[in-house]
């Protein structure tokens, strides 16, 4: 009897046809792999980079303005009130342009995952009082802005026009400023109060997730 004798090309063929199938479902493989570690990346411990400049150059500005405002009170009018005033009302103005930025940041951003030992409850609380803490910013910034009569110059280098006159709007902007200033203190406190307890009672470094 003739064996059936299978022709070169198509023996030549077959390698390569096994060949490819095992290399597609290899790819295949390594691409549900790679789906895979994306969906079991683990959440980070510490904040992006950007959200802690943000925080950390808004708390120095508000220390500063916090302290600044109290001392101007208690300062006669003159050389130093007016230093201290236009200085205050410079950085305002750097908070007035980056705090949209903040604001977008924190809407997109990735939030690290929760500390251990903290209970969905308080994670609702710090939540809430995050949201009270930046529409206190919000209308300290505006309302400082807003009740300055006739402008003022940024830094010394240029002036920066103010929409309203010297009147009962500006009096009115101003007790809402100083009542929104008297509110982001109080927020402030609490804030350092909760890292105070969370990083030396609690214990669960709460302070490396925005160093």
């Given at each position: 009897?003739?064996?059936?004798?299978?022709?070169p090309?198509?023996?030549q063929c077959?390698?390569?046809?096994?060949?490819a199938?095992?290399m597609?479902?290899?790819d295949?493989r390594?691409?549900?792999l790679?789906?895979?570690?994306?969906?079991?990346?683990?959440a980070?411990?510490?904040?992006?980079?950007?959200a802690?400049?943000?925080?950390?150059?808004?708390?120095a500005?508000?220390?500063?303005?916090s302290v600044?405002?109290?001392?101007?009170?208690?300062?006669?009018?003159?050389?130093v009130?007016?230093?201290?005033?236009?200085?205050?009302m410079?950085i305002?103005t750097?908070?007035?342009?980056?705090?949209?930025?903040?604001?977008?940041?924190?809407l997109?951003?990735?939030?690290?995952r929760?500390m251990?030992?903290?209970?969905?409850?308080?994670q609702?609380?710090?939540?809430g009082?995050?949201g009270?803490?930046?529409?206190?910013?919000f209308?300290?910034?505006a309302?400082?802005?807003l009740?300055?009569p006739?402008?003022?110059?940024?830094?010394?280098?240029f002036?920066i026009h103010?929409p309203?006159?010297?009147?009962?709007?500006?009096d009115?902007?101003?007790?809402?400023?100083?009542?929104?200033?008297?509110?982001?203190?109080?927020?402030v406190?609490?804030h350092?109060?909760?890292v105070?307890?969370?990083?030396w009672?609690a214990?669960?470094?709460v302070?490396?997730?925005?160093l």
């Amino acid at each position: 009897m003739r064996a059936n004798r299978m022709p070169p090309a198509a023996m030549q063929c077959r390698p390569h046809t096994g060949e490819a199938l095992s290399m597609a479902a290899s790819d295949a493989r390594s691409g549900r792999l790679g789906f895979n570690r994306l969906q079991r990346r683990p959440a980070r411990d510490r904040y992006d980079g950007l959200a802690r400049f943000f925080h950390w150059t808004f708390a120095a500005c508000i220390v500063y303005a916090s302290v600044a405002g109290y001392t101007l009170t208690r300062l006669a009018n003159g050389p130093v009130h007016h230093f201290l005033s236009q200085l205050n009302m410079s950085i305002g103005t750097v908070l007035i342009v980056l705090f949209p930025f903040r604001a977008g940041w924190k809407l997109v951003r990735a939030e690290p995952r929760a500390m251990h030992g903290v209970s969905a409850r308080q994670q609702l609380l710090a939540h809430g009082v995050h949201g009270v803490l930046y529409l206190t910013m919000f209308a300290v910034l505006a309302s400082g802005f807003l009740m300055v009569p006739n402008g003022y110059t940024f830094l010394g280098l240029f002036e920066i026009h103010t929409p309203f006159q010297k009147g009962p709007l500006t009096d009115a902007l101003f007790a809402v400023h100083r009542a929104s200033c008297a509110l982001l203190a109080g927020l402030v406190v609490l804030h350092v109060l909760a890292v105070v307890k969370h990083q030396w009672i609690a214990r669960n470094d709460v302070l490396r997730r925005m160093l």
